[in-house]
T-cell receptor
C-alpha cells in the first residue's frame, strides 16, 4: 500500500542539538510539505518542495532546514537555532488530478529535554 | 489569498445526536475543499473532498458535506455520532502554489 512514513514517532532533543526527522513516501508524488502543530494553533507550514532539488520556505522556516535529493524523501532538520522546538511535526505529500489533496504521515512528536 | 474559518473551536454532543461542524472559506482560485480528521497523536486522514460536480459530497465514517458557493461554506454533517468520532476536524481549501490552507480545527467531543 502506498503512503507516507515518518520516523521516529517520538524524539527527544537536548538543548543545543540538531535533530533530523525522516519522511518517506511511495506515492510517486512530486510535492511534499512539513507542518508544525501546536495546541490551539492549527497547522503551520515550515517548508515545502514541489520538485526534487528545489524547496521553499513556509510561514515559520526559521530554525529549520530541509533537503530534497530524492523524490521519495524530504527530511527536516530542527537546528539549535529553533528556540521552541517542542511540537508535533507532520509531513504530507500532494496528489494530482482526481487525487488532488494531501496525504499525511503519522507524525513525529519532538520534545526538548 | 485563500483563508478558512472554522466557526467553532469545540463542539460537544451526545452519542447518537446529529452534528454539524461549520466551515467558511474565501478563495480567489478554483475552489477545492477538504475535511480531514485527526485522532490523538496521529496524522490527519482525509474524510471527504469537493473538487467539482455534485455539491453534496459523501465521505468515510458516515460523514457528508455540502459545498455552498453563494454562502462560501462547506459544512460537515453526520446524522448520528458515535463515541469513536471524538477527534479534531480540519477544513481546508486549495491555496496558492500547490498548497492547502487549513482552518484552526474543531474539537468534536462525543459524550455517552
Amino acid at each position: 500500500d502506498g503512503g507516507i512514513t515518518q520516523s521516529p514517532k517520538y524524539l527527544f532533543r537536548k538543548e543545543g542539538q540538531n535533530v533530523t526527522l525522516s519522511c518517506e513516501q511511495n506515492l510517486n508524488h512530486d510535492a511534499m510539505y512539513w507542518y508544525r502543530q501546536d495546541p490551539g494553533q492549527g497547522l503551520r507550514l515550515i517548508y515545502y518542495s514541489q520538485i526534487v532539488n528545489d524547496f521553499q520556505k513556509g510561514d515559520i522556516a526559521e530554525g529549520y532546514s530541509v533537503s530534497r535529493e530524492k523524490k521519495e524523501s524530504f527530511p527536516l532538520t530542527v537546528t539549535s537555532a529553533q528556540k521552541n522546538p517542542t511540537a508535533f511535526y507532520l509531513c504530507a505529500s500532494m496528489g494530482q488530478g482526481r487525487n488532488y489533496g494531501y496525504t499525511f504521515g503519522s507524525g513525529t512528536r519532538l520534545t526538548v529535554v | 489569498a485563500q483563508s478558512v474559518t472554522q466557526l467553532d473551536s469545540q463542539v460537544p454532543v451526545f452519542e447518537e445526536a446529529p452534528v454539524e461542524l461549520r466551515c467558511n472559506y474565501s478563495s480567489s482560485v478554483s475552489v477545492y475543499l477538504f475535511w480531514y480528521v485527526q485522532y490523538p497523536n496521529q496524522g490527519l486522514q482525509l474524510l471527504l473532498k469537493y473538487l467539482s460536480g455534485s455539491t453534496l459530497v459523501k465521505g468515510i465514517n458516515g460523514f457528508e458535506a455540502e459545498f455552498n458557493k453563494s454562502q462560501t461554506s462547506f459544512h460537515l454533517r453526520k446524522p448520528s455520532v458515535h463515541i469513536s468520532d471524538t477527534a479534531e476536524y480540519f477544513c481546508a481549501v486549495k491555496g496558492s502554489n500547490y498548497k492547502l490552507t487549513f482552518g484552526k480545527g474543531t474539537l468534536l467531543t462525543v459524550n455517552p
